[in-house]
């Protein structure tokens, strides 16, 4: 506890005036100014402060207070029901600190509008009251400052067009001189998920301080420690792409390229000669987040907002029961709507059915592939293309009619063909994605991405292969029927009911797999009490 | 005295007239017709519904007014249907008139459907300038069956400038093409509710699904673009003196 220099009471930081507040008598002071009681004269004593440590006996988490008495209550990172007070500790001072910017009351209507976002979100994750378990938690980072002064050269490729056509490509060397430094931050924290942690960023460093325990009075600390020998590798990986990166983004060799004017084109860009590390400063911070864990079933859901920015990264399970009631909502709507229409033929019937089925698998498709950038920072390509294409043949399908068809039937096979074409190229899509998600994948796999949701990642594509197949089947039954002009409503009606079918169990699977997505199972500690992360 | 007791004997005697002669003039059919129109009611044994011909011109012959009968039995599936056959008057609307001879002919039926075939008056043997029409009013199933685009279609295709002759053929023209309109449209029709009910669960479906999975809906972890790195020391890196100091051709081709 931090004693108020003019009463004696507990002093804690108040985050709207910056400064350290107390509450018996009222005082305000600069925190940097406040002396704290364990700083003895040794040099251990000068180096580290004294801490108050809670154990989660169910997964191992430590937070740490200023104070033995400071309640912990439920544990963050598992739900577990209690966390329980085992000893004090000296515990080495990191060398700056990001103090609080965002007041809880900002966290919780942060939190508030993300969840009020989606109509969709399960009932608990949005009624009052649900954010109140926010915590105030520092994260331990590594900062790792590299410094640049280096001559570099760039190879630029030009290929040049004349006006006689013929083709040249020229290799053009350019060098320059950069120096400055980089910075390359990661948590140090083992609780702390990559995926959040990467989501929060970026870590803006514009308010930090020297360190000093008062910053922390009122506050969880988190310190499990992760070594820096776990991210020498990928910070040089960070640091040498950031290099090519900021020279290309160079206003000064940008200016210079385009002087060429536009009948040369870049082919190809090409850093040699990467930098060298002129030194190498390592730094330790301690970064405010506001901090929440939900448990869901056997798992827990995470959310957490960046103390200095108010940057969100949340967890939002949808609840598939307001879905279907949604889905039934808008039938039954629809359903009403349609004792003002006349009646339609089977057929008409097989065409609504075929057309909304293959939309409907268009629209989980993207979901998933959204859900693989957001969640793994998997750039999938041609996203769009593909759902355009459908867009335009949709039209163009539709607008058949105004053609004056005298007969049904010709546009039905015009509509049947189109749907067919666009399905074909939906799934070579799907293909050539799966193909580049598969291959990000296998990258990924020994970096750090959670085991378990690969094999969730490989359950749901191996499923949706088999809906898209059938889904393709019975387009082409369709199409069949309707070039052989069968209009026995038994078959019509049959591939209809086929169709709804397929498109329900995909989009079953496509609410489970979003649910997987942001469920996770809470850390467990192996049997000789060191924490794991299965995530 | 005596004068007032006259008038007032008058006055009786005039109401009862009046209220003897006015019902008749009113329906404009005599008991005569009445009983034949009767004596030709088909009445479906299955649904209870009627098929009459009211022929107030008197243009059909037994044959024609038999076979006319028997082609609008199939429509008693749907309905109680009548064919009448009226002389035409100037200021008559078509409309009017078939709605009209549905009150006189089916005063208590809730649905009927009526075929109406107005015939230009003719006095003393000449046809006056206003010419005749067909028209269909339909009520109940046959009205969900026929849009007013297609009664109007079926209507125009038989000639429309009827006279007694013509009239037999132009009505079981227009029966022949109602009949098969309507066996046409009954099966889809009583497949309504189904294919409805299929379109609606698939249209809410997608709906539904398109509604939580939009990318504003989506409440996923927003990736983000600058992980890693400290934005504000980005800038620290400064980059001088960019010249260029060689430049080759690797290669050069020129198509012909
Ligand atoms: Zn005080
Ligand atoms: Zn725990």
């Given at each position: 506890m931090?004693?108020?220099?003019?009463?004696?009471?507990?002093?804690?930081?108040?985050?709207?005036?910056?400064?350290?507040?107390?509450?018996?008598?009222?005082?305000?002071?600069?925190?940097?100014?406040?002396?704290?009681?364990?700083?003895?004269?040794?040099?251990?004593?000068?180096?580290?402060?004294?801490?108050?440590?809670?154990?989660?006996?169910?997964?191992?988490?430590?937070?740490?207070?200023?104070?033995?008495?400071?309640?912990?209550?439920?544990?963050?990172?598992?739900?577990?029901?209690?966390?329980?007070?085992?000893?004090?500790?000296?515990?080495?001072?990191?060398?700056?600190?990001?103090p609080?910017?965002?007041?809880?009351?900002?966290?919780?209507?942060?939190?508030?509008?993300?969840?009020?976002?989606?109509?969709?979100?399960?009932?608990?994750?949005?009624?009052?009251?649900?954010?109140?378990?926010?915590?105030?938690?520092?994260?331990?980072?590594?900062?790792?400052?590299a410094?640049?002064d280096?001559?570099?050269?760039?190879?630029?490729?030009?290929?040049?067009?004349?006006?006689?056509?013929?083709?040249?490509i020229?290799?053009?060397?350019?060098?320059?001189?950069?120096?400055?430094?980089?910075?390359?931050?990661?948590?140090?924290?083992?609780?702390?998920?990559?995926?959040?942690?990467?989501?929060?960023?970026?870590?803006?460093?514009?308010n930090?301080?020297?360190?000093s325990?008062?910053?922390?009075?009122?506050?969880?600390?988190?310190?499990s420690?992760?070594?820096?020998e776990?991210?020498?590798?990928?910070?040089?990986?960070?640091?040498?792409?950031?290099?090519?990166?900021?020279?290309?983004?160079?206003?000064?060799?940008?200016?210079?390229?385009?002087?060429?004017?536009?009948?040369?084109?870049?082919?190809?860009?090409?850093?040699f000669?990467?930098?060298?590390?002129?030194?190498?400063?390592?730094?330790?911070m301690?970064?405010?987040?506001?901090?929440?864990?939900?448990?869901?079933?056997?798992?827990?859901?995470?959310?957490?907002?960046?103390?200095?920015?108010?940057?969100?990264?949340?967890?939002?399970?949808?609840?598939?029961l307001?879905?279907?009631?949604?889905?039934?909502?808008?039938?039954?709507?629809?359903?009403?709507?349609?004792?003002?229409?006349?009646?339609?033929t089977?057929?008409?019937?097989?065409?609504?059915?075929?057309?909304?089925?293959?939309?409907?698998?268009?629209?989980?498709?993207?979901?998933?592939?959204?859900?693989?950038?957001?969640?793994?920072?998997?750039?999938?390509?041609?996203r769009?293309?593909?759902?355009?294409?459908?867009?335009?043949?949709?039209?163009?399908?539709?607008?058949?009619?105004?053609?004056?068809?005298?007969?049904?039937?010709?546009?039905?096979?015009?509509?049947?063909?189109?749907?067919?074409?666009?399905?074909?190229?939906?799934?070579?899509?799907?293909?050539?994605?799966?193909?580049?998600?598969?291959?990000?994948?296998?990258?990924?796999?020994?970096?750090?991405?959670?085991?378990?949701?690969?094999?969730?990642?490989?359950?749901?594509?191996?499923?949706?292969?088999?809906?898209?197949?059938?889904?393709?089947?019975?387009?082409?039954?369709?199409?069949?029927?309707?070039?052989?002009?069968?209009?026995?409503?038994?078959?019509?009606?049959?591939?209809?009911?086929l169709?709804?079918?397929?498109?329900?169990?995909?989009?079953?699977?496509v609410?489970?797999?979003?649910?997987?997505?942001?469920?996770?199972?809470?850390?467990?500690?192996?049997?000789?009490?060191?924490?794991?992360?299965?995530? | 005295?005596?004068?007032?007791?006259?008038?007032?004997l008058?006055?009786?005697?005039?109401?009862?007239?009046?209220?003897?002669?006015?019902?008749?003039?009113?329906?404009?059919?005599?008991?005569?017709?009445?009983?034949e129109?009767?004596?030709?009611?088909?009445?479906?044994?299955?649904?209870?519904?009627?098929?009459?011909?009211?022929?107030?011109?008197?243009?059909?012959?037994?044959?024609?007014?038999?076979?006319?009968?028997?082609?609008?039995?199939?429509?008693?599936?749907?309905?109680?249907?009548?064919?009448?056959?009226?002389?035409?008057?100037?200021?008559?609307?078509?409309?009017?008139?078939?709605?009209?001879?549905?009150?006189?002919?089916?005063?208590?039926?809730?649905?009927?459907?009526?075929?109406?075939?107005?015939?230009?008056?003719?006095?003393?043997?000449?046809?006056?300038?206003?010419?005749?029409?067909?028209?269909?009013?339909?009520?109940?199933?046959?009205?969900?069956?026929?849009?007013?685009?297609?009664?109007?279609?079926?209507?125009?295709?038989?000639y429309?400038?009827?006279?007694?002759?013509?009239?037999?053929s132009?009505?079981a023209?227009?029966?022949?093409?109602?009949?098969?309109?309507?066996?046409?449209?009954a099966?889809?029709e009583?497949?309504?509710?189904?294919?409805?009910?299929?379109?609606a669960?698939?249209?809410?479906?997608?709906?539904?699904?398109?509604?939580?999975?939009l990318?504003?809906?989506?409440?996923?972890?927003?990736?983000?673009?600058?992980?890693?790195?400290?934005?504000?020391?980005?800038?620290?890196l400064?980059?001088?003196k960019?010249?260029?100091?060689?430049?080759?051709?690797?290669?050069?081709?020129?198509?012909?």
């Amino acid at each position: 506890m931090i004693q108020c220099p003019s009463c004696g009471g507990g002093l804690r930081f108040e985050i709207e005036t910056q400064k350290m507040v107390c509450d018996l008598c009222g005082s305000h002071f600069d925190p940097q100014l406040i002396k704290t009681e364990s700083g003895d004269s040794t040099e251990v004593g000068v180096n580290a402060y004294d801490v108050a440590v809670h154990i989660c006996p169910s997964c191992g988490a430590e937070l740490l207070t200023n104070d033995a008495n400071d309640a912990v209550g439920f544990c963050p990172f598992c739900g577990g029901a209690s966390m329980i007070f085992s000893q004090i500790r000296q515990q080495w001072k990191p060398d700056i600190v990001v103090p609080f910017s965002v007041t809880k009351d900002n966290c919780k209507l942060i939190y508030q509008m993300e969840a009020a976002k989606s109509p969709f979100v399960s009932r608990k994750y949005r009624k009052p009251g649900s954010a109140d378990s926010f915590r105030g938690i520092y994260f331990p980072f590594w900062i790792i400052d590299a410094d640049y002064d280096d001559d570099y050269s760039v190879d630029v490729i030009f290929s040049e067009t004349s006006a006689t056509r013929s083709v040249a490509i020229t290799d053009n060397r350019f060098v320059g001189h950069a120096k400055g430094t980089i910075s390359y931050v990661h948590d140090a924290s083992l609780h702390f998920s990559d995926d959040i942690s990467e989501a929060l960023s970026p870590y803006s460093l514009t308010n930090a301080v020297d360190f000093s325990e008062a910053y922390l009075s009122g506050f969880y600390t988190e310190i499990s420690d992760a070594s820096i020998e776990d991210y020498d590798e990928r910070s040089k990986e960070v640091l040498a792409d950031m290099q090519g990166e900021i020279i290309g983004r160079d206003s000064a060799l940008i200016d210079f390229v385009e002087q060429w004017g536009t009948r040369y084109k870049v082919v190809e860009t090409k850093t040699f000669m990467p930098m060298e590390e002129k030194s190498r400063n390592i730094r330790k911070m301690l970064f405010p987040v506001w901090f929440m864990g939900k448990k869901r079933g056997s798992g827990v859901t995470y959310a957490a907002i960046n103390g200095a920015t108010g940057k969100i990264a949340a967890e939002f399970p949808l609840s598939p029961l307001r879905i279907l009631l949604t889905a039934l909502g808008i039938g039954g709507l629809l359903f009403g709507i349609s004792f003002l229409l006349p009646a339609v033929t089977a057929e008409v019937c097989l065409m609504i059915c075929a057309a909304s089925t293959v939309i409907g698998h268009l629209i989980m498709e993207r979901a998933y592939q959204i859900m693989m950038e957001e969640k793994l920072n998997i750039i999938v390509k041609n996203r769009d293309i593909l759902a355009w294409t459908g867009f335009v043949l949709m039209m163009i399908s539709s607008a058949t009619p105004l053609l004056k068809y005298s007969k049904f039937i010709p546009f039905l096979i015009v509509l049947g063909v189109s749907l067919f074409i666009y399905t074909i190229l939906f799934l070579a899509n799907i293909i050539q994605s799966g193909v580049g998600i598969r291959r990000e994948l296998k990258k990924k796999r020994s970096v750090k991405y959670r085991p378990q949701l690969l094999r969730e990642i490989k359950r749901y594509r191996a499923f949706k292969r088999i809906i898209f197949i059938v889904e393709l089947l019975l387009i082409i039954a369709m199409v069949t029927l309707l070039v052989l002009r069968v209009s026995d409503p038994i078959y019509l009606f049959g591939l209809c009911l086929l169709m709804v079918t397929d498109l329900f169990a995909a989009a079953i699977a496509v609410i489970r797999f979003q649910r997987a997505m942001s469920v996770r199972r809470p850390p467990q500690m192996d049997k000789k009490g060191a924490l794991y992360d299965e995530n | 005295m005596m004068k007032t007791k006259r008038t007032l004997l008058m006055l009786c005697v005039l109401i009862w007239v009046l209220s003897a002669v006015l019902p008749i003039s009113a329906s404009s059919m005599t008991i005569q017709e009445e009983w034949e129109i009767e004596k030709n009611t088909y009445t479906n044994p299955e649904t209870g519904f009627k098929a009459l011909i009211a022929d107030e011109v008197k243009c059909l012959s037994q044959e024609e007014n038999d076979s006319l009968r028997e082609s609008m039995k199939p429509l008693t599936q749907y309905g109680n249907i009548g064919c009448c056959i009226v002389e035409q008057n100037i200021v008559d609307d078509a409309s009017d008139l078939a709605r009209m001879q549905r009150n006189i002919r089916f005063k208590k039926e809730k649905y009927a459907s009526i075929l109406l075939i107005l015939v230009p008056k003719r006095t003393n043997n000449e046809y006056t300038s206003s010419k005749g029409s067909v028209f269909l009013h339909c009520e109940g199933d046959l009205n969900r069956f026929f849009s007013q685009r297609k009664k109007e279609e079926i209507c125009n295709s038989v000639y429309q400038d009827e006279t007694k002759e013509t009239v037999y053929s132009a009505a079981a023209e227009v029966l022949r093409q109602v009949n098969e309109h309507a066996a046409e449209k009954a099966p889809i029709e009583r497949q309504r509710y189904f294919s409805y009910g299929l379109i609606a669960l698939v249209l809410g479906l997608t709906f539904a699904i398109t509604l939580s999975f939009l990318t504003d809906y989506n409440p996923s972890i927003h990736r983000s673009e600058d992980r890693d790195i400290i934005p504000s020391q980005k800038s620290h890196l400064e980059i001088s003196k960019v010249r260029l100091i060689s430049r080759n051709t690797l290669q050069q081709s020129k198509p012909e």
